[in-house]
């Protein structure tokens, strides 16, 4: 068996590198669309190593508001897969759940019904695990940044988000700018019908600019801050930022 000999990036432009890159992961996932975040420590991702060395693309991709593909609801699947129960115990009532808001000021709690009162979004993303699966789903929910602006506008300067399970053993954390992004929802209802408890119920996040492992399930408290919140699978060794 011979090695294939390694081939030298720089010795490539950087437009044809990106492509390059795009195409093979793409290849790898079956997925259509993909973007790079700031590889910061850690493991890499199966589809992230290759757009290493295009830091400066990704970033002025990201920051030009770009939006994950939608989809039209005929076309979210059928069936739907789950993956990871970390945190959603049995010892849980979603009839007696509040969430817990701490940033700027006291922490506070708000409801679900104040949560169904803010703008509700519909939305039909993919989602993408990093074992390499993705679903369409039919989301409905409220935007973080709706809810931030309502609910906590004197955190919104903060530099991160973080949230965890209300028995705190699955936690996320977000920078800001995705957080805030229109498409990143506080969601209550998948598939035209309530959260079931196995996909969060009763709210969790979706934000289709990341892999799933961002997309917590059963959210008990949302944190705003300025020092980057734990994150459960940056801990066992993952990228931080996990963004497409
Ligand atoms: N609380 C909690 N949320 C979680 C996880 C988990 O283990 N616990 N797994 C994540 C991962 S890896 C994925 S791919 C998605 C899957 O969401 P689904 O089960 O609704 O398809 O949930 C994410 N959110
Ligand atoms: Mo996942």
Redesign the pocket.
């Known amino acids: 068996m011979t090695t294939p000999p390694i081939q030298n990036p720089g010795a490539r432009t950087r437009r044809a590198f990106l492509t390059m890159g795009v195409s093979a992961a793409a290849a790898y996932g079956g997925w259509s669309w993909l973007r790079s975040r700031t590889p910061e420590g850690g493991v890499e991702w199966p589809l992230r190593g290759v757009l290493r060395g295009n830091e400066k693309v990704a970033e002025a991709y990201f920051s030009d508001g770009h939006l994950a593909p939608t989809f039209a609801i005929s076309q979210a699947d059928a069936s ?9 115990g049995d010892d849980f009532d979603a009839q007696q759940w509040v969430l817990n808001v701490q940033g700027a000021g006291e922490p506070f709690q708000v409801t679900m019904a104040q949560i169904r009162a803010l703008p509700k979004v519909e939305q039909v993303t993919q ?1 993408n ?2 074992e390499g699966w993705t ?1 369409v789903v039919h989301w409905a929910g409220a935007r973080l940044a709706d809810f931030t602006a309502k609910y906590a506008p004197q955190s919104r300067g903060a530099r991160f988000v973080g949230m965890q ?1 209300p028995d705190q053993q ?1 936690f996320v954390g977000l920078d800001m700018a995705s957080a805030l992004h229109p498409q990143t929802l506080l969601c209550y209802e998948m598939n035209g019908a309530d959260l079931t408890s ?3 119920a009763p709210l969790r996040l979706v934000i289709p600019v990341k892999y ?2 961002k ?4 959210i008990g408290t949302i944190a705003y801050t300025n020092d980057r919140p734990e994150d459960y699978w940056a801990n066992e060794g993952y990228d931080w930022y996990a963004g497409l």
């Open positions: 739907v897969r789950k993956n990871g129960d970390v945190g959603l989602l695990c990093i679903v399970t699955y196995d996909h969060g799933g492992v997309n917590i399930k059963r």
